[in-house]
């Protein structure tokens, strides 16, 4: 099992930074991939960034590109996300997720049914 706390949410204006952490727990050596989703009221679970624990590449979907920045810190065994010029639509629960199997590295990863474990959410507002 894997365990996964998610801090650093809170209210922002737009325009603004946040960081967000992860921290994780468990049997992390089994991980293959971690990353971020988000849900805001009313919508589905979205994929927001992944990152490959071995060799780092990652994978952004195209509403955050340029703005967030997914990295980890494997000796902390910590993923992090930096938000940069926040949007109100980036109002969301942000979920930390781990996948301890194989996903492609590809449009794939971006399904929550690809991400085997789950933090309990951190709230991100972002004020106009």
């Known amino acids: 099992q894997v365990q996964l706390v998610e801090s650093g949410g809170g209210l922002v204006q737009a325009g603004g930074s946040l960081r967000l952490s992860c921290a994780a727990s468990g049997r992390t050596f089994s991980n293959y991939a971690m990353g971020w989703l988000r849900q805001a009221p009313g919508k589905e679970r979205e994929f927001v960034a992944a990152i490959r624990l071995s060799g780092g590449s990652t994978y952004y979907a195209d509403s955050v590109k340029g703005r967030f920045t997914i990295s980890r810190d494997n000796a902390k065994v910590t993923l992090y996300l930096q938000m940069n010029s926040l949007k109100p639509e980036d109002t969301a629960v942000y979920y930390c997720?781990?996948?301890?199997?194989?996903?492609?590295?590809?449009?794939?990863?971006?399904?929550?049914?690809?991400?085997?474990?789950w933090g309990q959410g951190t709230q991100v507002t972002v004020s106009s």
């Open positions: 997720a781990a996948a301890s199997t194989v996903v492609p590295w590809d449009s794939r990863i971006t399904s929550p049914d690809r991400w085997n474990y």
